[in-house]
């Protein structure tokens, strides 16, 4: 049975699972991926990357920060969160906390479409994902972030960062197909156990 067939037969609550384990795990390999990059590299993703030494578990968003990659989008969405639902502001301490929540938060959001739109429309899942996630990545990180003034734009970016986070999420998006088929493979086999007699 192909992968195709066996996630159309997921329920709802199988599929939801699937896009927020999926999405919990690319963000993790997200992250992975920039801790190699930024260690081949003396520390730094590329050249003109945003000053800074906290760059770490918030995606590939650090090095495009308007001033220093501590306080990049997924710190500064946290901290608007945290504010919003608190009314006070967050110790230095939590934020990159927060960042890290929002980063998590937006790789959950951002996977549980892609978990039905790879059964309602196979297309989005070519280049094993690398599609979709360099579609999250022009929409989110290249429009939408800098449009609300929370990170530099694309225009202000050397070549080299604008790769980095292209490469950061055509990771993120393989991985997040990987998940899809596993969870799949998952739900067809558990669909087909025998009954155990009782």
């Not at 530099?152 to 990987?178: D, I, Q």
Request: glycine content about 14%.
């Amino acid at each position: 049975m192909s992968v195709r067939r066996s996630t159309a037969t997921a329920s709802s609550f199988q599929l939801a699972a699937i896009g927020i384990v999926g999405g919990v795990v690319a963000a993790f390999v997200m992250d992975s991926f920039g801790r190699s990059v930024r260690a081949a590299n003396d520390g730094r993703e590329a050249e003109g990357a945003a000053p800074g030494r906290d760059r770490g578990d918030r995606g590939v968003q650090p090095p495009q920060s308007e001033g220093r990659a501590e306080d990049d989008a997924a710190v500064q969405t946290g901290t608007l969160a945290y504010r919003g639902l608190t009314g006070h502001e967050p110790s230095a301490a939590a934020r990159p906390w927060l960042g890290t929540a929002a980063h998590y938060g937006f790789s959950i959001s951002a996977s549980m479409p892609y978990v039905l739109l790879a059964e309602l429309a196979p297309p989005v899942r070519a280049g094993f994902g690398t599609l979709y996630g360099s579609v999250v990545w022009a929409l989110a990180d290249e429009g939408v972030t800098p449009a609300l003034g929370l990170s530099r734009g694309p225009r202000e970016l050397s070549a080299n960062v604008l790769l980095y986070g292209l490469c950061g999420h055509f990771v993120w998006g393989a991985t997040l197909e990987g998940v899809r088929r596993l969870g799949a493979f998952v739900v067809e086999h558990s669909q087909h156990r025998p009954a155990v007699a009782h």
